[in-house]
Nanobody, 124 residues
Framework: QVQLMESGGGSVQTGGSLRLSCVAS????????MGWFRQHPVKGREGVAALGSDGTTDYADSVKGRFTISKDPANKFILYLQMNSLTPEDTSVYSCAAGLMVKVPLDGFWYNYWGQGTQVTVSS
């Protein structure tokens, strides 16, 4: 069982930055596909960024060039989402997820384990 815990959410103004962290409890973390998702009241769950075990990254069009997903080079059990140039449209609960057999990286259907989420609020 993989347990995931996010941190780093908060409130910022438009144009600001935040870095989210996700710590995984499972030692097979390095073999899992990892992703960040956010939940919109109307649009539902949206895949934001994903990182494959081979280093492949995928990003939603809405965050390309602004968000970066990465692993901590010193601690492979920590996943980051660096978010820059934030806008009010980025306001959401952000969750990290891990999957064993992910075929569509930004589709939450393929992920087996989920964190509780961390709130990000961007004010204008």
């Amino acid at each position: 069982q993989v347990q995931l815990m996010e941190s780093g959410g908060g409130s910022v103004q438009t144009g600001g930055s935040l870095r989210l962290s996700c710590v995984a409890s499972e030692h097979t973390y390095s073999n899992l596909y990892m992703g960040w998702f956010r939940q919109h009241p109307v649009k539902g769950r949206e895949g934001v960024a994903a990182l494959g075990s081979d280093g492949t990254t995928d990003y939603a069009d809405s965050v390309k060039g602004r968000f970066t997903i990465s692993k901590d080079p010193a601690n492979k059990f920590i996943l980051y989402l660096q978010m820059n140039s934030l806008t009010p449209e980025d306001t959401s609960v952000y969750s990290c997820a891990a999957g064993l057999m992910v075929k569509v990286p930004l589709d939450g259907f393929w992920y087996n384990y989920w964190g509780q989420g961390t709130q990000v609020t961007v004010s204008s």
